[in-house]
């Protein structure tokens, strides 16, 4: 019988048999690459085959490509030597999966990694550590990657999902400042990618148990030195010829320190080889003792001192100048720490790279070597300048950040990663507070979020309020901290400390009505949010702060009216998570008096679970997705729209599931995990809907590939197991316990218990599926307890029509006495469900041998696409019994 697979499958096979990688299936389908990890999941459990070759070979794709190492520096010299170290390298990987190469400054690491990686069998990634600061390694790696975080998603977590598409090589380049920051991020990534290797550079070792060693020694003084000399020294002047015995006493004097050797040739054209060996013995003539690692960094420095000294005045300036940039620069760059004019500063620049002193590293943009970058700062220390040029720098960073925040083309992201280490050190030298740091957080605080650096963006729009001269302008700082908060993973618990911080502000700086919004926008999110934030305040604390906001603010403002009317919807039930709907319509109204997409997607909420607490199901979900046509005109760029954009999405698939509506469910489901915010997030808005909606459709195989994947996430980053992951794992528990997987169903059934306790009470969903299973494998015995508990009058609304159309069938079959008399009680809610309408009707079917009744059920199921329980009801009718063997045969079915 031939396999069936869903479209999105069919997609999926067709890039794997093209041998993409997931991140890039995931880029060409626009989805995640955790739903494309759970796609090959589900095509390897329904195929039986055992890996993605099979896959491949099965999909009928072309031979696979030679993997690709993206981001290596553009060799712009021919490499020398090194065939010893580069078999170390490749023997050292057959024994372990992280490999160090370890050696002095200027012993030329870096080219011999740039030549060793491409000849490894991995495809990977190169990340130049050299200009990264203490906290950002996993930024640099990020960049380098090409990812970024998700909602509740570390950043950490998102590299190893790159990285764990398949066997990869990552690439770390200069790791001697960052050890312990280096060390434990490739412990993590080693752990949790089983197929990545690492190679690293660096000074010292990581110092990790399994790594191995290459020592990089000076280049040989019979071969490989006088080689690398003789090539520069052509490249300098086509013409040049020495004796070779000039050449290997200059090479010697040099240690064979790679880099002191190329400075040395650089200057040979205008010195000849007998004048430079001259030179470079007066210069070094003070060096004695022996001849080891620290005297022959000692040499090198020596010999960038003399290259330093050659200079002209103008060289010598920018040079030192230089020196302020943590990483590479473009001639505006140079420029504005220069303070000369383009021309004259592109004149100088172009002497220094003729010197070598300056390295070009792409098209337009320069560098300097950390050892020659350290020697010029310690120049501008001593110049009496460095006060000066330091300003400069943050007034360049500055400018830069706001011109990039202002673009919107598709380079801005690429051009960001680019200077994004200067940002961060222009930000972190500079005083405090001050109206040009204070400028430049602010725009570095929005590209971090726009870049989806969200932890890094939210403690930088904290920086940005520490900066701030005008307390106002702080306040709006931490909002947007705030809101990023929502989205970073364990960042919950900080959200109302930073709105009640942000509320100091708001006070000092003497504005009413900004002191106004900000308590209101603490009590909604208080009120909205019960128990996810992890910092709730006493109900009485709340009340009082929405006093103060009523009569703190001017109620003729706009945006104070809405935050205040917002904020009493919320506030004025009991119950969690609920709001009135009298209330609720007037924040609307106030809300779009201020025609602001994110206070109207708000109020909108409220309204949506105001009508879920009357039982109009339909109606809320309607509203919601109302809400969500909003979501296009919410800026990205802003975190303040973050919250309403992902709450968006949830509760317009939640509300289509709550409402039987599963074809919408699963579009919202394919849409959010498409959403370029949300997309990498599918263990929480995904699985908790999308992995739900699939099982109740009966695509069980793709419902537990989702969740395998998400659970795997979870518990990879370590996140406490509470009552918001019910849904993702009541799932699995549902479709094992239909399959008849007995094991597997108890042991999802015991995870969703240690969810919390009486979790069977708590979670009519819980209950709900632990109903169906009973109704489908016949399990009468303790139905009645079952059957009042789904009834019971503490059934959450949301899943109410679930659980009593569940427990009116389950009376029926088990052939209790009220079985007509909860059918009748299940009807409300189940006029309100198109899934527990279906399910009503073949409970009454059932109950009265009525065909009629089936036949609807089955028409029911058909519309919502519920394959399995259609299946289940042909089953019913024995002129159509085979048709629903067959489709559960084809769903993993006994």
Known sequence: MPVEISEREAEVLAAVGAHLSNAQIASKLHISVRTVESHVSSLLRKYGVADRRALAALAGGPAAAPPALTGLPAARTSFVGRSAERAAVAAAFGESRLVTLLGPGGVGKTRLATTA?????????????????????????????????????????????????????????????????????????????????????????????????VLVEPLPLDSDAPALFTDRARAADPDFAADPDVIGEICARLDGMPLAIELAAARSAALGAAGLLTALEDRLRLLTGGRGADERHRSLRAVVGWSHDLLDEEERSLLRRLAVFAGGFDLDAVVSVSGESPGAAADVLGRLVDKSLVVRVGQGRWRLLETVRDFAAERLAGSGERDEVRVRHLEWAAASAEALARRSDGGWQDDFDAVADDLRAALAAAPEPGALPHRLARSLAGLCYTRRFLAESLETYREAARRAVDPAQACHDLHRAAACSYLVADGGGRVIGLLTEATELARAAGDANLTASSLAATVATTARNPGWHGAELPAEQVR????????????????????????????????????????????????????????ISSALDALTSATHGHGRLRAAQEISLERLS??????????????????????????????????????????????????????????????????????????????????????????????????????????????????????????????????????????????????????????????????????????????????????????????????????????????????????????????DELEAAVAGWERIGARYERARTLLLLPDRSGEGRAELSALGCA
């Open 544 to 599: 009082e702060l929405l006093e103060q906001a009523r009569s703190t603010g001017d109620q003729r403002d706009p945006v104070v009216a809405a935050w205040v009317a917002a904020a009493a919807a919320w506030m004025t039930p009991r119950e969690p998570y609920q709001a009135d709907v009298g209330l609720a319509e007037q924040a609307l109204k106030a809300a779009r008096a201020t025609g602001d997409p994110v206070l």
């Open 117 to 213: 990686a491409p000849a490894l069998p991995y495809g990977g990634v190169f990340a130049d550590l050299a200009p990264v600061r203490g906290g950002f390694a996993a930024q640099a790696i990020a960049a380098a990657l090409g990812v970024a975080e998700g909602p509740q998603q570390p950043l950490t977590e998102a590299v190893a999902e790159r990285l764990g598409d398949g066997p990869s090589l990552l690439v770390l380049d200069n790791c001697e400042h960052l050890l312990d920051e280096v060390a434990g991020l490739a412990d993590w990534i080693l752990a949790t990618c089983p197929g990545s290797r690492i190679l690293a550079t660096s000074r010292e070792r990581l110092g990790l148990p399994g790594e191995r060693i």
């Open 630 to 851: 909003l979501v296009d005109s919410m800026s990205r760029r802003d975190p303040l729209t973050a919250p309403e954009i992902v709450d968006a999405f949830h509760m317009a698939a939640r509300c289509a599931i709550v409402a039987g509506d599963l074809p919408q469910a699963l579009e919202l489901g394919r849409r959010a995990e498409a959403d370029e915010l949300l997309g990498a997030d599918q263990y929480f808005i995904g699985a908790n809907n999308l992995a739900l909606t699939l099982a109740l459709l009966g695509a069980f195989d793709e419902a537990l590939a989702l969740v395998d994947a998400g659970w795997d996430g979870w518990q990879r980053v370590g996140r406490p197991i509470t009552g918001m992951m019910v849904p993702l794992v009541v799932t699995p528990m549902l479709v094992h316990g239909l399959r008849g997987d007995e094991r597997r169903h108890r042991l999802w059934r015991s995870r969703v218990e240690g969810l919390g306790g009486g979790v069977f009470t708590r979670s009519t969903l819980a209950g709900f599926a632990e109903g169906l299973v009973a109704v489908h494998a016949g399990r009468v015995d303790g139905a009645a307890a079952t059957v009042a508990q789904l009834f019971s009058a503490d059934t959450n609304m949301q899943f109410r029509a679930y659980a009593r159309a569940t427990g009116g069938e389950l009376a029926v079959i088990a052939g209790l006495p009220d079985a007509a008399a909860r059918l009748a009680e299940a009807e409300p809610p189940a006029a309100e469900n198109a899934w527990a309408a279906a399910c009503l009707a073949r409970a009454r079917g059932r109950l009265r041998g009525d065909r």
